[in-house]
């Protein structure tokens, strides 16, 4: 056991084990108070898609769609993100624990070499450890409640829809405001703040497909 502090608390080794135990600090504070910081996810907001695109913009389409996949790989949006982030930084501290240990590199500078393909090793293994969890979490909101019935529901566009590419709405349900992704339904684009309804979810359920909505 001292061998494993000694080792946890190496320089190497010193950033990932506090990250640890701040992980772990934040889960018996949720688990034993409730109380929950919300980190649910990134607001993602998309390029404009209205009018004819440059090929600046282009390229920053491209780009935010590139960021968009890599948040649906790794289950961000579906998962709240701190859970996404405890599994990582729990899976870093053991490869850079173990290797360190046998390497015995925990006291230079080498040790700090493992931490990039440690991190890449723990987001390939989170995304095969957080599948399970996506389908459970999905049947329950953040506060552990029924889930939402979103169809029907009127919200705000906060990032520009397009037939090829998802953007997301606010809906107000009680006194919250709520993000949820979505596409139209139709081929034209919806920019930025127009009103739209709810119609459906999409056959994989990964967002809902919209149209404009004009209060009568």
């Not at 491209?62 to 968009?68: K, V």
């Not at 119609?199 to 994989?204: I, P, R, V």
Request: glycine share 6%; no cysteine.
């Amino acid at each position: 056991m001292q061998k494993l502090i000694d080792i946890s608390f190496a320089p190497a080794n010193f950033i990932l084990t506090l990250l640890a135990l701040l992980v772990f600090l934040y889960w018996i504070i949720v688990i034993f108070t409730g109380f929950d910081f919300d980190i649910d996810g990134p607001d993602i907001d998309s390029p404009e898609a209205e009018g004819d695109l440059s090929s600046a913009d282009v390229g920053n389409v491209n780009a935010q769609s590139g960021w968009q996949s890599f948040l649906e790989f790794f289950y961000i949006g579906e998962l709240p993100i701190m859970f996404i982030i405890s599994i990582v930084v729990i899976l870093m501290w053991l490869i850079n624990v173990n290797v360190t240990y046998i390497f015995g590199i925990s006291h230079n500078i080498l040790g700090f070499v493992v931490y990039l393909p440690g991190f890449i090793l723990s987001m390939l293994a989170t995304k095969i450890i957080a599948k399970p969890f996506v389908k459970l979490y999905a049947m329950f909101n953040h506060k552990g409640e029924p889930p939402i019935d979103f169809i029907g529901k009127v919200g705000r566009v906060t990032s520009p829809l397009a037939k090829d590419r998802m953007g997301q709405i606010e809906v107000r349900i009680g006194a919250d405001f709520l993000l949820v992704y979505a596409k139209p339904m139709e081929d034209e684009p919806i920019g930025r703040d127009e009103t739209v309804i709810i119609l459906e979810k999409s056959f994989d359920e990964k967002f809902y497909l919209v149209q404009k909505f004009t209060a009568t």
